[in-house]
């Protein structure tokens, strides 16, 4: 499917009559959908919203919005256990990658087209050294962090990609912040920042590629910080045209992170921050 | 909303939050949307089960979710929102 143009704003007086009666389409592996709900972990648009990637169970599925019926996806195959994450390469339509219970991060790339019975394998993969909970993807695409459910976070390097050549992904090796627990990352618009959500209530903003840490923000109770732990984690899904209107949306949730990215922006960081790597 | 949010996500032109309560046993039904800017609650989509996970489109207010019965689905796919 081509990716669909861009919606023309909607004003938010004009929200709830706007999705009134709007019915949904739903993409069911199923002829018949049984009442229980399927337990699907994640899901994810790609970049230019052409596809949609699910997972359930050691399987992924990749979704043609136009076409909603099971024939029509292609089914990735290769985890042996459940798939946690899956995230989409910014910059390289169709290029994806998951981690999950197996302890690995795998490759794929969907333009390559299902083999039999529309069913795809990994281009490349790498074993972790543990269950895989998490995968963020840096806005080049060069970079992927992956934290292991034993809290270590391993930088990987997929700037050779998952087509035309055959070198292995190499691993940086992993590190813990701190004691706490790290349970999601995301990248800065920018790239020169990852935040990590911690058990501990915390959000902390590091320096990327060094992963020195450069601030930690305080969340008022228990609810508030996991209602920011993702905020932080999925404000990076925002298409990089709008990394303006990023970090209006980061300040009205985190005006301490927002801050804190702002006093990086300019070419001499003024803030607590620990002089930013450009590499 | 009230109890903890299990997954949230920003629209293409950061304009709305949306968010939903999953695997949280004292957790709501339904996806909460609110206006980035202001934090109110412009809107509730009815659920039959806990959401556990959503994703605006990147481009569209069109709105994929999990955790209902069926499968997946989209509010708003291939309509002009």
Redesign the interface.
């Known amino acids: 499917m081509p990716a669909p143009a861009r919606s023309r704003p909607l004003k938010k007086d004009f929200f709830s009559q706007t999705f009134k009666g709007q019915k949904p389409v739903v993409f069911s592996e199923n002829a018949r959908p049984s009442t229980i709900p399927p337990h699907i972990r994640h899901l994810a648009w790609s970049s230019t919203g052409a596809a949609l990637a699910t997972t359930s169970g050691s399987k992924v599925r990749i979704w043609n919005p136009d076409r909603p019926n099971v024939k029509s996806s292609q089914e990735l195959l290769g985890h042996v256990g459940s798939v946690e994450k899956l995230v989409w390469n910014p910059t390289r339509e169709g290029e994806i990658a998951t981690t999950g219970n197996d302890g690995t991060v795998k490759l794929w790339d969907v333009r390559v087209g299902p083999g039999a019975h529309n069913k795809a394998v990994p281009v490349k993969e790498i074993a972790l050294g543990d269950g895989g909970l998490f995968l963020a993807w840096s806005p080049t695409g060069q970079h992927l962090v992956a934290g292991r459910r034993d809290d270590v976070i391993v930088p990987i390097d997929v700037r050779m990609g998952a087509m035309g050549n055959t070198e292995d992904l190499t691993m940086q090796e992993g590190r813990k912040l701190g004691s706490a627990q790290t349970n999601q990352m995301a990248f800065s618009n920018s790239g020169r920042e990852v935040f990590a959500t911690t058990g501990e209530g915390t959000v902390k903003v590091l320096d990327w590629p060094s992963m020195v840490r450069i601030s930690s923000h305080i969340g008022h109770n228990t609810r508030l910080t996991s209602y920011i732990r993702h905020s932080s984690t999925h404000s990076t899904h925002i298409p990089a045209p709008h990394t303006a209107s990023n970090t209006v949306l980061m300040a009205t949730l985190w005006l301490s992170v927002a801050a804190t990215l702002s006093s990086r922006s300019g070419t001499q960081p003024t803030g607590s921050a620990s002089t930013p790597s450009q590499t | 909303m009230t109890?903890?949010?299990?997954?949230?996500?920003?629209s293409?032109?950061?304009?709305?939050?949306c968010?939903a309560h999953g695997m949280d046993k004292d957790g709501d039904k339904g996806i909460h949307?609110a206006?980035?800017?202001?934090?109110?609650t412009?809107?509730t989509?009815d659920t039959?089960?806990i959401i556990?996970?959503?994703?605006?489109?990147?481009?569209?207010?069109?709105l994929?979710?999990?955790?209902?019965?069926?499968?997946?689905?989209?509010?708003?796919?291939?309509?002009?929102?």
């Open positions: 109890g903890s949010i299990h997954c949230l996500s920003f293409f032109d950061g304009t709305y939050i968010g949307v206006c980035a800017q202001t934090g109110e412009v809107h989509f039959t089960h556990n996970v959503l994703a605006w489109h990147p481009l569209r207010y069109w994929a979710y999990a955790g209902d019965t069926g499968g997946v689905k989209v509010i708003g796919l291939g309509s002009n929102l």
